[in-house]
């Protein structure tokens, strides 16, 4: 069942590592295993290539990738929509962390945070935008 048909008590919640393996795929498009371990040791520790291979097998069972054998190098691709994904995540983590609430999020992101004048009227913007549609 694709995610779109799914609720969101049916949603799959990547791991930590598995959202590290999507994220190069959301940047890149599908991909092979080799340009994705490529990509995942530029970015962190180094990771060795069987690990991620079969993280990604894993994956591809669990319905977080899909995989092409057309050719000789099988490309993956995911399954999971960047922002869906992204959304639920948020909307999960401002709940257990914020009881719920946008704002104490922002404050807290725009108090921890050096906040250049660029970002800050940028916020400002999209507030004014949002409070005109309503």
């Known amino acids: ?3 779109s048909k799914r609720s969101t008590d049916q949603f799959i919640e990547p791991t930590k590592s598995e959202l ?5 795929l959301w940047l890149n498009g599908p991909s092979t295993v080799r340009l994705v371990n490529d990509k995942l040791n530029d970015q962190k520790r180094e990771v060795n ?3 991620t291979l079969k993280l990604m ?3 591809v069972e669990k319905g977080i990738l899909k995989r092409d054998e057309s050719s000789m190098k099988h490309i993956y691709e995911p399954i999971l929509e960047e922002q869906k994904t992204k959304g639920f995540l948020l909307d999960r983590f401002v709940d257990s962390m914020y009881h719920g609430s946008a704002s104490s999020l922002m404050m807290q992101l725009l108090g921890n945070k050096k906040t250049s004048k ?3 009227d940028a916020v400002k913007e999209m507030l004014n935008k949002l409070d005109k549609n309503k």
């Open 118 to 120: 660029e970002e800050l």
């Open 49 to 51: 290539y069987t690990s």
């Open 1 to 3: 069942m694709s995610q």
């Open 57 to 59: 097998q894993i994956m």
């Open 20 to 24: 590290e393996i999507l994220q190069v």
